[in-house]
T-cell receptor
Framework: GDSVTQMEGPVTLSEEAFLTINCTYTATGYPSLFWYVQYPGEGLQLLLKATKADDKGSNKGFEATYRKETTSFHLEKGSVQVSDSAVYFCALMRRGGNEKLTFGTGTRLTIIP | EAQVTQNPRYLITVTGKKLTVTCSQNMNHEYMSWYRQDPGLGLRQIYYSMNVEVTDKGDVPEGYKVSRKEKRNFPLILESPSPNQTSLYFC?????????????FGPGTRLTVT
């Protein structure tokens, strides 16, 4: 079945550091890929998405590129801020399915000033 | 404000006592879904609904029921809760099938079953 594997956390970085959170997936066909972010005490919010190979999703300084050849969708940001502290989830949605999101286990990110 | 609301936000109950977690969205979305979030497992889908009166099982439906009598509401029912249903529950909605559309999540309901 479909699955998403993302790097284990927690991850702690200093402000202005470069961020990478790795995500790889297993799915039949060509799923759409997402990054969701969960701030403390809140529900998940869509951060960015990509719907086909080589697409780059971007938002709030975060980027991720859909790499079909490596089945990956790594999240990057050039200079993190304290306000980026949250849990980040990589997810996929299979085309033509029931709109179900298959999530990774989440990566907790803490940015220290 | 466009949003998904859930009630209650926190609930502690005892084994076997029926409970309902409500979910409501004000965006006229056709699709709604329930997930549970557990440490080390991410979020897993419990049930989903493509439209009014249309519901189906997700990956972990055992012990849960849902109904979709109105477009805006999608309650999650635990007829006889057990401790293994202690979890953080999220309701989500999106405009319609054929996306991929953004799914909007509620704030979560933390349930503890003793």
């Amino acid at each position: 079945g479909d699955s998403v594997t993302q790097m284990e956390g927690p991850v702690t970085l200093s402000e202005e550091a470069f961020l990478t959170i790795n995500c790889t997936y297993t799915a039949t066909g060509y799923p759409s890929l997402f990054w969701y972010v969960q701030y403390p005490g809140e529900g998940l919010q869509l951060l960015l998405k990509a719907t086909k190979a080589d697409d780059k999703g971007s938002n709030k300084g975060f980027e991720a590129t859909y790499r079909k050849e490596t089945t990956s969708f790594h999240l990057e940001k050039g200079s993190v801020q304290v306000s980026d502290s949250a849990v980040y989830f990589c997810a996929l949605m299979r085309r033509g399915g029931n709109e179900k999101l298959t999530f990774g286990t989440g990566t907790r990110l803490t940015i220290i000033p | 404000e466009a949003q998904v609301t859930q009630n209650p936000r926190y609930l502690i109950t005892v084994t076997g006592k029926k409970l309902t977690v409500t979910c409501s969205q004000n965006m006229n979305h056709e699709y709604m879904s329930w997930y549970r979030q557990d440490p080390g497992l991410g979020l897993r889908q419990i049930y989903y609904s493509m439209n009014v009166e249309v519901t189906d099982k997700g990956d972990v439906p055992e012990g849960y029921k849902v109904s979709r009598k109105e477009k805006r509401n999608f309650p999650l029912i635990l007829e006889s809760p057990s401790p293994n249903q202690t979890s953080l529950y999220f309701c989500a909605s999106s405009p319609q099938r054929g996306g991929p559309y953004e799914q909007y999540f509620g704030p979560g309901t933390r349930l503890t079953v003793t």
